[in-house]
């Protein structure tokens, strides 16, 4: 179980906006990526994300270049998940891959509101907010597994490991 505060934003966030193009071959370390997390869009936000803090968004969330560090700059912003219509599936796959959770459920992104406490159960796939509960397909324990490890790389290393 998660509990965060929500930062919503709306459709079609692409990932320009949620790690800004002209740092792309200047900064490669993890935690000054979050430092620029949504600078383009909601300029406080990198200063104000809090552990735990969750993303909602509208549709085609991470549209744009595949680039990893816009998934990797909000992880290391220490955002929780993103709540969001739908993803680009690109961004989907790099979200996972980071340890990133990411959570389509359209009726809950038009429920949540801005600043509202939220709280998400990843095992048995349910969201509750202010407006009610809210069911969404639970992740495959693989993905629970990578993202519980901290990501793709993580999570192999950590079952070569237990192989041996």
């Known amino acids: 179980m998660v509990k965060g505060k929500v930062w919503k934003y709306g459709d079609d966030i692409n990932t320009d906006v949620i790690f800004p193009g002209k740092y792309t071959y ?3 370390d993890p935690n000054e990526m979050a430092q620029h997390a949504l600078e383009d869009l909601d300029p406080g936000f990198a200063t104000a994300v809090r552990k735990d803090d969750i993303i909602v968004a509208g549709k085609n ?4 270049s595949s680039r990893e560090q816009a998934a990797t700059c909000l992880k290391f912003a220490k955002v929780r998940a993103v709540i969001a219509k739908s993803f680009s599936r690109l961004y989907f796959r ?3 891959n980071t340890g990133l959770a990411l959570i389509q459920s359209p009726e809950a992104v038009d429920a949540i509101e801005n600043g509202e406490e939220i709280e998400i159960d990843f095992d048995r796939g349910i969201l509750y907010c202010k ?9 495959p324990e693989f993905v629970l ?7 793709l790389i993580a999570h192999v290393k950590k079952k070569i490991a237990q192989a041996k």
């Open 61 to 64: 969330f991470g549209c744009g």
């Open 145 to 151: 597994g990578i993202i519980e490890d901290g990501g």
């Open 131 to 139: 407006a009610g509960t809210f069911n969404f397909p639970p992740l």
């Open 26 to 28: 200047t900064i490669h």
């Open 94 to 96: 790099n979200g996972i």
